[in-house]
């Protein structure tokens, strides 16, 4: 159990500082006493400042008493100084009192850091009760989300720790609150920090944390199993202590090495038993235990002998998990026996090499008997792992500044985690945006977004949104979805669900209007992409249509991408090549890879190769090689203009190509935009390329008379989708009429 607050410490409601920081120097090391001492005076100067309207219930107590007990639950833990002058200055930097960069100028950026996320972790707090929770479905499944939240966000060890002691002191003085307060704290505790110090393996604090919490949210249990008790849990401690001493002499003077361990069953873990295994008080036999540490095998036998030569042990209450180890490879001897004042008495009996498969393996007691039990959610669980990895490191090297490398190690999440205005969390895949939380929350709100905000400030629907963020959607009557979320590249919507849900809606619409929109959106895209040959009725057939309506129809209403319709649009242009004029004069060999080049050519092994200036290929299109004298093979649209002359008149100089797998250049494309003329249009331009890493290797500008401006750029483009998303961007900018690719 946690050490409760030495109370000689504490007169007339007023901390004796100089005790007080004589009483911690004796617990952990303090390198700057000067340093706590001015967080100590900070503190009380916020003394009698009122507290925050949210703890008004903790008006009789001072933020340098909080402080004391938080400060006494992280030197049992053996904290450092950082983290008890970081809990010592959190209240008034919570509370609005203290500046964070005033902690920076006067304590440093690591104090600052572990405040501020604590402060994150606070977050929590706002949440409504676990029985609160029904908007986004079952309160289970809500805590769980809050328990992931914490652990994502945490990104120092100590943070945790920090929060976890803060925690320790309200449900300590939530004692003389409201019973609806007492309420709040204890399901909030009992539910998120609870599970997660047991997830930590901190059981001083998971025990207090459960005791506290159950005696609020059950009281008439806890009060019954309190009287069965029949004493206190220092006197139940205090008969352990007797019986550990007792075992490890007798042990001992059998010449084994042991180690023993021993604990008084919390009220809590009593309550669930029972529960779970529909028993009576009498029948829990392991209210007190000790567990037995030996070096070999064949001392744990003979460790068990020996204790059972000292008290009965009661029948069918004996388990070898180590001649049948359970399916998760746990192994251990459990006996209960009827121990000193006749009083039950559980021993447990392994070796060390057992033990640390039970703590650390696969089979480990906060793995597998946790109440958060979360299924293989590997980001997770790796994340857990770490965080109690480094804990055991701390209490082996003893000296947390030596780990900041482990400290910051980096674990990739596989969910994100959000709040909703009213406190409710939300899980997201990563790289979702407000547009997939507004699908997430609900069809209707996703129907009917307009914009967003995160945290109180406006952003584009095109943000990603992170762990701990509150998103508000802004909705309107009359809005629906817009097409432009339907084109992954233009980034408003990043997940599957609220793609289906998009597309979905325009499905449902009427076929009319279906019909213009996706025509709409089809033949100008196929243009401005520089696909101007295309045989649309072809293009039908190919997509599996029996009319040209029914494409539109579908296009308009989402179910065919417009990818979907390019990819087949390029297939079309490569067919009408003849493959017999390709290949007529030349054998049919594998494909090789040109040195340099992202050109396989057909047949003809490693020749030069050079793009076409006239037409510009890049990798996506349908492309034809044409054999040059002198200059190798030079490389053409399927549907240049220039080419199609070629084949006229030199059809057995054509040869098959196709682009690589994986562009390794960059390729000249011209593009076409058309603007009404307006000051900073250039610079508008030019910046949208650059944040887009575009190269621009050549710009011309032309004024028409009609006030408006025609702009021919040369940029190097990666691949067709590349410079898909490139055109969406240029065509955002405002005054921008038209964008697309220029065929010369």
């Given at each position: 159990m946690v050490k409760v607050r030495d109370d000689h410490l504490i007169s007339d409601g007023q901390v004796n500082v100089d005790a007080w920081i004589h009483s911690l120097t004796e617990q952990v090391e303090i390198k700057d006493v000067d340093q706590l001492r001015q967080a100590c005076d900070i503190a009380q100067t916020f003394e009698s400042q009122a507290i925050a309207n949210h703890e008004q219930w903790n008006a009789d107590i001072s933020s340098l008493q909080i402080a004391t007990e938080m400060t006494q639950v992280l030197a049992e833990l053996h904290m450092d100084q950082a983290s008890i002058v970081a809990a010592i200055l959190y209240r008034p930097v919570r509370e609005g009192r203290l500046a964070l960069n005033h902690v920076v100028r006067q304590f440093g950026e690591e104090i600052a850091k572990l405040i501020d996320g604590v402060l994150k972790m606070a977050a929590i707090t706002q949440a409504q009760s676990a029985s609160k929770l029904k908007v986004l479905g079952q309160?289970?499944?809500?805590?769980?989300?809050?328990?992931?939240?914490?652990?994502?966000?945490?990104?120092?060890?100590?943070?945790?720790?920090?929060?976890?002691?803060?925690?320790?002191?309200?449900?300590?003085?939530?004692?003389?609150?409201?019973?609806?307060?007492?309420?709040k704290v204890a399901r909030e505790v009992f539910e998120i920090y609870a599970p997660l110090a047991h997830r930590l393996g901190i059981g001083q604090i998971k025990w207090e944390l459960e005791d506290l919490s159950f005696r609020y949210i059950e009281p008439d249990a806890y009060k019954k199993i309190a009287n069965l008790l029949d004493e206190k849990r220092l006197g139940r401690q205090q008969y352990i202590d007797s019986v550990v001493e007792t075992l490890k002499n007798a042990i001992e003077g059998a010449g084994i090495k042991c180690d023993i361990q021993g604990r008084a069953k919390h009220i809590y873990s009593i309550w669930r038993k029972m529960q779970r295994k529909n028993i009576d008080f009498s029948e829990v036999y392991d209210i007190r235990a000790v567990r037995i540490l030996v070096p070999e095998l064949k001392d744990c036998y003979a460790a068990l002998g020996i204790a059972h030569t000292f008290w009965r042990h009661i029948p069918h209450e004996f388990d070898d998990y180590i001649a049948n180890p359970k399916e998760n490879g746990y192994r251990s001897l459990h006996t209960a026996v009827i121990g000193p004042e006749g009083k039950v008495l559980e021993v447990q009996i392994r070796t060390f090499d057992m033990h640390d498969d039970a703590e650390l393996g696969v089979c480990a007691h906060w793995l597998y008997k946790g109440t958060d039990v979360s299924g293989k959610d590997n980001g997770y669980e790796e994340k857990?792992?770490?965080l109690r990895q480094v804990l055991e490191w701390h209490d082996e090297l003893g000296d947390i500044n030596d780990l900041m490398g482990s400290l910051r190690q980096d674990v990739?999440?596989?969910?994100?985690?959000?709040?909703?205005?009213?406190?409710?969390?939300?899980d997201l895949q990563p790289e979702s945006t407000p547009v997939d939380f507004a699908y997430r929350v609900?069809?209707?709100?996703?129907?009917?977004?307009?914009?967003?905000?995160?945290?109180?400030?406006?952003?584009?629907?095109?943000?990603?949104?992170?762990?701990?963020?509150?998103?508000?959607?802004?909705?309107?009557?009359?809005?629906?979805?817009?097409?432009?979320?339907?084109?992954?590249?233009?980034?408003?919507?990043?997940?599957?669900?609220?793609?289906?849900?998009?597309?979905?809606?325009?499905?449902?619409?009427?076929?009319?209007?279906?019909?213009?929109?996706?025509?709409?959106?089809?033949?100008?895209?196929?243009?401005?992409?520089?696909?101007?040959?295309?045989?649309?009725?072809?293009?039908?057939?190919?997509?599996?249509?029996?009319?040209?309506?029914?494409?539109?129809?579908?296009?308009?209403?989402?179910?065919?991408?417009i990818s979907q319709a390019i990819h087949h649009a390029q297939k079309q242009l490569q067919k009408e090549v003849d493959p017999d004029q390709q290949l007529s004069l030349l054998p049919t060999l594998p494909p090789k890879p040109i040195d340099g080049s992202d050109v396989y050519i057909h047949g003809v092994g490693k020749l030069l190769s050079t793009l076409a200036t006239c037409c510009h290929p890049v990798p996506g299109d349908?492309?034809?090689?044409?054999?040059?004298?002198?200059?190798?093979?030079?490389?053409?649209?399927?549907?240049?203009?220039?080419?199609?002359?070629?084949?006229?008149?030199?059809?057995?100089?054509?040869?098959?190509?196709?682009?690589?797998?994986?562009?390794?250049?960059?390729?000249?494309?011209?593009?076409?935009?058309?603007?009404y003329d307006r000051r900073g249009l250039l610079k508008d331009v030019s910046m949208t390329l650059a944040?887009?890493?575009?190269?621009?290797?050549?710009?011309?500008?032309?004024?028409?008379?009609?006030?408006?401006?025609?702009?021919?750029?040369?940029?190097?483009?990666d691949s067709l989708s590349h410079l898909g998303k490139v055109l969406n961007k240029l065509q955002q900018l405002p005054t921008v009429m038209d964008v697309r690719r220029h065929n010369q």
């Open positions: 309160a289970e499944a809500q805590v769980e989300h809050m328990r992931k939240m914490l652990v994502a966000m945490i990104d120092d060890v100590r943070v945790p720790l920090i929060k976890l002691a803060e925690r320790t002191s309200v449900i300590r003085a939530v004692k003389n609150a409201s019973q609806e307060r007492r309420l857990i792992s770490w990739t999440p596989d969910r994100i985690y959000v709040f909703t205005p009213d406190g409710h969390v939300v609900h069809t209707e709100i996703g129907h009917r977004c307009r914009g967003a905000k995160v945290n109180g400030r406006i952003v584009p629907l095109t943000y990603k949104v992170k762990t701990g963020e509150q998103i508000e959607i802004l909705t309107s009557r009359d809005a629906r979805p817009s097409r432009d979320w339907m084109n992954p590249e233009n980034g408003y919507v990043n997940t599957t669900r609220a793609r289906a849900k998009v597309a979905s809606w325009f499905k449902n619409q009427a076929r009319d209007q279906n019909i213009l929109d996706g025509k709409e959106i089809l033949e100008p895209e196929l243009k401005r992409i520089g696909f101007h040959n295309i045989d649309i009725h072809q293009l039908t057939q190919d997509l599996n249509f029996k009319h040209l309506d029914d494409l539109y129809a579908a296009v308009g209403a989402g179910t065919v991408r349908p492309i034809v090689g044409f054999i040059t004298q002198g200059r190798g093979v030079s490389i053409h649209k399927a549907d240049c203009n220039n080419l199609l002359n070629l084949k006229q008149n030199q059809s057995s100089r054509i040869t098959e190509v196709n682009w690589g797998k994986t562009p390794e250049k960059l390729y000249p494309v011209d593009l076409m935009i058309k603007a944040l887009e890493d575009i190269n621009i290797l050549s710009m011309n500008t032309l004024s028409q008379q009609d006030g408006t401006a025609d702009l021919l750029i040369t940029v190097e483009i």
